[in-house]
């Protein structure tokens, strides 16, 4: 039988205080499509990701570093910002491009959430490409855990949702407690709605709308495979990496 887990969730970036993630361990959840896209990018190679807050950020460090060993990558509302090296899209990530770099990494609400994360006791990154490996690290984590989903601009996120109810349906072995806060309810109600769908419900969801008008179909079906990676992102000192413990 799993012990079941003290597991919260938040729906965006916006819907919290800094404080209420002090000593946690947060899996922050972009599943279209920055924590995808961090994912795949380190599974083809690449060092390190640096995720920043806004342009201004990004531009300082873009400055501070050799450009032969970094890439200025991100969108805002979807789009590739004007004079990066790369956006947003996981498909752009090949190892001929990304191998070997650091990417300062700038995205409308994923890399929001996870510098908002910063005084957390631990921060991983899940998608649905590397959920086996999150499940793995969430069975040993000793702190209470908050799934963070970025969601969009404040308004809740279906597919982000969906995957952050997939973790607790797993990490509980299929039931939730009467004492679970209602953002682990819903994500976990969510889940037991629409689990067995999940490609279908992510291509349904607003924000593969709001992609397909701009990019087409490639990214979200990209995005929504379960299990392509078995790695890790997590957190240290500001930049993200793959965890070998
Ligand atoms: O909001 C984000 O961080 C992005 O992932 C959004 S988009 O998929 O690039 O539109």
Redesign the pocket.
Not at 32 to 35: H, S
Not at 107 to 113: E, I, L, P
């Given at each position: 039988m799993n012990k079941i887990r003290n597991i919260d969730v938040f729906f965006s970036a916006q819907s919290f205080q800094e404080n209420e993630l002090r000593n946690k361990a947060v899996v922050v959840i972009?599943v279209?499509?920055?924590?995808s896209?961090i994912v795949t990018a380190l599974r083809n190679g690449a060092k390190a990701v640096i995720p920043v807050g806004d342009m201004a950020e990004a531009s300082k460090i873009a400055q501070n570093v050799d450009s032969d060993n970094y890439l200025l990558c991100?969108?805002k509302?979807?789009?590739k910002i004007e004079g990066y090296d790369l956006?947003?899209?996981p498909l752009e990530y090949n190892a001929d491009v990304i191998g070997g770099k650091t990417l300062i990494f700038n995205?409308?609400?994923?890399?929001?959430?996870i510098k908002k994360s910063l005084g957390s006791a631990r921060i991983y990154i899940a998608s649905f490409l590397n959920f086996s490996s999150v499940i793995s690290a969430l069975h040993n984590e000793t702190h209470d855990i908050v799934l963070l989903c970025?969601g969009?601009k404040g308004r809740l996120a279906l597919e982000d949702t969906l995957l952050a109810g997939m973790i607790i349906h797993n990490l509980n072995g299929g039931s939730i407690s009467e004492e679970a806060p209602d953002g682990a309810k819903v994500a976990f109600s969510i889940y037991e709605k629409y689990g067995g769908n999940i490609e279908a419900v992510v291509h349904g969801s607003n924000?593969a709308a709001?992609?397909k008008t701009?990019i087409g179909d490639d990214?979200v079906n990209f995005c929504c495979k379960i299990d392509t990676c078995d790695l890790l992102p997590i957190l240290h000192d500001g930049i993200i990496s793959i965890s070998h413990g």
């Open positions: 972009d279209l499509r920055a924590t896209t991100g969108e509302d979807g789009v956006g947003n899209s995205t409308t609400n994923g890399t929001k959430a970025a969009w924000h709001r992609l701009l990214d």
